[in-house]
């Protein structure tokens, strides 16, 4: 069973912004992947498509993460699984994502996953400029696109102001 953590921050600063940026592109992450931006320059790219639409205030970003099961044991199959993942919003959003290496055990002591994605996205649509609404809605078909990404069909769902995800482990 996966979980996927989504982290709220509406009334955060672009501080937040650049806080998410570093931590997924950090030396500590395994891989670093964007979609619709250069990973080297995705802060930028998040800036210029805000501006554009006149949308600089407001919630900065999305923070998605996405804890994968013990099936995804190495690296590869952990990014080719963030790809797939983060391809859900290609067609309107940009984001960034990082694949974090950490062994989490449940309470029995036993392996809960190898790694997790960090996903931070824009919230203004490069195509039209309206915002991710991040509802329930939204969430049940990202939800939805996990499922068919992983070929998990059992996510635990949390919703938080911080990365954490230690009390949703088994």
């Known amino acids: 069973m996966g979980i996927i953590k989504v982290i709220t921050h509406a009334d955060a600063g672009e501080d937040y912004l650049v806080n998410c940026y570093n931590y997924v592109t950090d030396d500590h992450n395994k891989y670093c992947g964007a979609v619709n931006v250069r990973s080297d320059d995705a802060l930028n790219q998040f800036m210029a498509v805000r501006k554009y639409f006149g949308k600089v205030s407001g919630n900065q970003v999305v923070h998605f993460v996405v804890v994968l099961d013990t099936r995804f044991c190495n690296l590869e199959t952990a990014v080719n699984a963030g790809y797939r993942i983060a391809n859900f919003f290609r067609n309107e959003y940009q984001l960034l994502f990082?694949?974090?290496?950490?062994?989490?055990?449940?309470r029995k002591g036993k392996p809960r996953s190898f790694y997790h994605i960090h996903i931070v996205m824009n919230p203004v649509s490069f195509v039209n400029g309206k915002m991710y609404a991040n509802n329930w809605t939204d969430v049940t078909q990202f939800i939805q696109?996990?499922?068919?990404?992983?070929g998990d069909s059992q996510w635990k769902l949390a919703f938080g102001h911080d990365k954490s995800i230690e009390e949703l482990l088994e």
């Open 98 to 106: 990082g694949v974090h290496e950490q062994t989490m055990e449940n």
């Open 145 to 150: 696109h996990l499922q068919q990404a992983t």
